[in-house]
């Protein structure tokens, strides 16, 4: 799966960089200019991370980095030596999916699905940080994530069946 | 397990492969040695590009090819040969990388082709270019004196206005009251999430698999087999995600002619993906100016309606869109004239946008009804029903069915609609003014013709398959709904496959007519699929159902009941087992039937109701509340219905308050390309909404009787949080988007 050869093909300025990406160790040659998204997506092929403009300014490409959530888009990968990356695909798959992605499914959260990945990393993201208490300091918190197809209020609605359980107690923040 | 399904909150069959990160988009398919491709954009308005210089480009490691009018292969120069399925018939498809010439601002001028992503990006920023500018206009304030009438319709299904009614000049003078206004609505991008991206895959054979984000993988395959000269069974197009498109991707984009390009002159695979500032220079909603006259008797019955209306479009192409006919629609008038103009500027050609034309022409109509409530001091419902119409005006045509009446009862219920104040300026909460508005929303419920196959399996399982599309629509579940509903299977059973060339051909996604087209094919296929397990079940020793024919039984939870006596069944299983071992296949074509619906027109119809809270002292905008009540005929999928309107209303919001594409004239560039200056609706700009479906019958407008709900949740919500400012604030903005500095 890995193409770690196109990553190395034409880096004479290739930087020896040391990822752990959901749990897998990677140790790759990556030139100074690459995203932290563009290597998760064109060279390990974790395509879930989405690029929406490239620009940190849709959130469809958030990912958790060292747990904390960033805009991938945003991040040059050699500069997150030993970082631990946890992209959609880490956090639940299709047949085990994470309490947060089923209730994005229970809820509609979603509809063409392009900026949901982005949307669950960062709804994961904000609720670890924990200041959000109200269904307004979800809305606000999570307004770095444009949503095209207007499923805003499902994603609420979804985020606070999270929040709602986590409080009491019936799973983790995820 | 529940087969009827119909009507109810079905989750997303394809919801855990959307939050895993599973479902593939365009750009998310890879091919050995795959090469990245990156578009240079013209930085002139309206020209010639003299010299183009790619030398320093290809001096970047990983360099393959930069493409330019210059170097390019043979193309047809016959402009037909572009033409697609959505194309106007007036004018000549952009051919990119054709000549030097330079139609408009972020015109594809070259292409970089590189080993890497960051090697092609590099690249396109060392191509140097001179050109040679021409004067351009792109302000529609000048152009509109150049404007041109449509006399006649030029794209399939899109009416040209109908003719005069009555004397709406003679009608208009006598009247008692009288509004003359001039509505405005901006440039508005689409912005679907995904970037408009392609990938095509070289296959051994020489033959092409086109991964693309498109509206109809066969309006691809048409485009690329005629212009690069293949057969279809050379090429293949799939898109079984498309990351939202909103009527974007019903037309190729640039990124598909110039992949395909790069991939058949170097023979090798090619992904090019535009980037958010390039998707600022496809097609787009067109700006508009509508001239409205309403002429009416003193208790608000309408005497007279004029609508002029004028729409930007290229030069290269004249594309229009109904805009003034909705004008005349929905209110009984007997003195109408609706004229349609088109402005030719130096853009991008504007294309089909969520409601296209409605969005516009609605949302200035029912702001002219909201004012000619203040003027004759009715309340805005009531005015609506002095004016009801029973019959479609334009085409003086029956409904198939309109629940519109009821969708003002239940709305202004749940609403509660009496609280309002009608003085505006008259409910404040401190320096925060609230106000009330509603107002109403409608589009067309066509259906097309369309194909579908399903296949039973002898283990029971179906699949079903159609070449259509699933933009976030939720076509996908619909089509297991309607097909375990069909032949009673649980979704569990169900297999859908869409947006591949190889599947039964399929309309363009969009217009609202999927679910009409798409559902009414898959239905009739699982019906000639029950037909054949009636049979297989019939033919079993001592069955219940011997002779029994298609109407007499039930498909229900994977067994046949008679309905008669349903305890009399045979189990799916054991009529499968007496088949002969392989599937059950059947395809079907469905169209509209002439017949049925002759002398009849068919609409979606929705009442919007807003508040809103305006802060007096900063004119900041919040949306509070919003309830729509629907009348879409049959809902398939409760839940993805709802989600549809809700986006609708979120459209809606963006539309009111934020969404306009800002041109600097001098440079005739959109400024604000990207998302921090394009504003469009976030998380906290959206509150409390609320949607109603109200139920409603038809069994004309298809089989199914459903209607389709992709554009009428936009429509009419402009207009219901415009009358809803004027309610707070006094003030009528009748320029949109209504921005703060239009309310202090």
Redesign the interface.
Known sequence: MINEAAVERHSALAVETRLTVNGHAHTLYIEPWTSLLDLLRENLRLTGSKKGCDHGQCGACTVLLDGVRVNSCLCLAVMHDGAEVTTIEGLGGETHLSPMQQAFVDHDGYQCGYCTPGQICSAVGMLREGHVKTEADIREQLSGNLCRCGAYPNIVAAVKHVMTAAAAGEGGAQ | MNTHLIGTDV??I????????????A??F?APDML?AYVVSASVTHGEIKSINIDKAMKV??AVKVFTHKNRPHLPWFDRTYLDEDAPIDGSPLRPLYDARVHHNGQPIALAVA?????AR?MATLVSIEYKALTHQTDMAIAIHEAEKVKKTNRAGIEAPPKLRGNSAEAYAAAAIKLDKEYHSPTEF??????FTTTVVYNSDETLTIYDKTQSVSNSQLYVTNIFGYSKDEVRVESP??????GSALRPQHQLFLATLAAKVLKRSVRL?L??DQMFTLCHRPETLQEIRLGADTDGTLQAIHTETFQVTSRYENYFEVIANWSGLSYRCDNVTMEESTVAMDTVTPGDMRAPGAAQGVWAIETAMDELAVATGRDPIELRLQNYADKDQNHDKKYSSKELKECYRQGAELFDWTRRKSKPRSNRRGSTLIGHGMAGGVWESPQMPAAAKASLSPDGTLTVASGTSD????TYTAMAILAGETLGLPLDRIIVKLGDTELPVAPLEGGSWTISSVGTAVTEACKAVSKKVLKLAAGLDNSPLKGASLKEVEFSEERILLRSDRSRFVSLQAALAAGDGKPIVEKAKSGPSLLKQHGYKSFTHSAVFAEVEVDEDFGTVSVCRIVSAIAGGRIINH??A???I??????GIGMALQEEAVTDHQLGRIMNH???EYH???????HD?EVIFVPEVDDIVNPIGAKGLGEIGLVGVAAAIGNAIYNATGVRVRKLPITLDKLI
């Not at chain 2, 933009?471 to 939720?474: K, L, P, Q, V």
Request: charged share 20%; glycine share 14%; aromatic share 14%.
């Open positions: 989750n997303r394809d919801g855990p492969a959307k939050v895993s990160g599973a479902a593939k988009y750009g998310e890879f990245y490691p990983g080993e890497t992503f960051e090697a590099y689409h912005n679907p999430m995904e970037l995600f498309v990351g939202g498109a909103f993906t980037t958010r933009i976030g629509t939720g839940e993805a709802r989600s549809q809700i986006g609708g209303i979120v459209w990207n998302f921090a469009t609706p976030v998380n906290a700009d959206v909404i």
